[in-house]
């Protein structure tokens, strides 16, 4: 049964790092089958994607987050990371880790697994 | 803005049927594969449709999907209470690589 469980901090100070953790199981973050993903909702309103990543090393970002954002693949303890830096009001959030499968090979996933998000809120 | 268009909410009766639109580009939907996602109130979004018109397992057949090229339809048969939820479509640009979303539809079951 694939579970992924996000963990780290419910509230980060205006300006900080805000770090992330996706604890996979039941599948492996080290597949090649898989890509792993970071999707995040402000409260009320629509899915935005962060990014996402292959355990090869390949990995996308949303331009408008790129030079503030870094996921990466712990594979010895399966589980894929966030970081978020210089972080604003605006990044309050809830964060969903999710797993891309149903790979074509046409180059097309679906986001098949979804941890239960966090919510992290940025105040001072 | 989202890249991908959807209506903000539709509705209809418990029984009936109602289809939810996604509308895109050549760049994306034009060439990749739509997925849709039901997102319950309070929940983490599901895999509802992938590749376009395929099901997950488990996921009901009143739940049906459909392309035509720059844009993608959701439809739900059986209308149930339990149907209110956001509705989201997703797909792959790779003329930017990037994942986009559409801004999500609200269902109400009246």
């Known amino acids: ?124 | 803005q989202s890249v991908l268009t959807q209506p903000p909410s539709v509705s209809a009766a418990p029984g009936q049927k109602v289809t939810i639109s996604c509308s895109g580009s050549d760049s994306n939907i034009g060439s990749r594969y739509v997925s849709w996602y039901q997102q319950l109130p309070g929940t983490a979004p599901k895999l509802l449709i992938y590749e376009n018109d395929k099901r997950p397992s488990g996921i009901p057949d009143r739940f049906s999907g459909s392309k035509s090229g720059t844009s993608a339809t959701l439809g739900i048969t059986g209308l149930q209470t339990g149907d209110e939820a956001d509705y989201y479509c997703g797909t792959w640009d790779p003329s930017l690589d990037i994942w986009v979303f559409g801004g999500g539809t609200k269902l109400t079951v009246l």
């Open chain 1, 1 to 124: 049964q694939v579970q992924l469980q996000e963990s780290g901090p419910g509230l980060v100070k205006p300006s900080e790092t805000l770090p992330l953790t996706c604890t996979v199981s039941g599948t492996s973050v080290s597949s090649g089958t898989y890509y792993w993903g970071w999707i995040r909702q402000p409260p009320g309103k629509g899915l935005e994607w962060i990014g996402t990543m292959h355990y090869s090393g390949r990995t996308y970002y949303n331009l408008s987050l790129k030079s503030r954002v870094i996921i990466s693949i712990d594979t010895s303890k399966n589980q894929v990371s966030l970081k978020l830096t210089s972080v604003t009001a605006a990044d309050t959030a809830a964060y969903f880790c999710a797993r891309l499968g149903y790979c074509s090979s046409g180059g097309s996933c679906s986001h098949d697994y979804w941890g239960q998000g966090i919510l992290v809120t940025v105040s001072s």
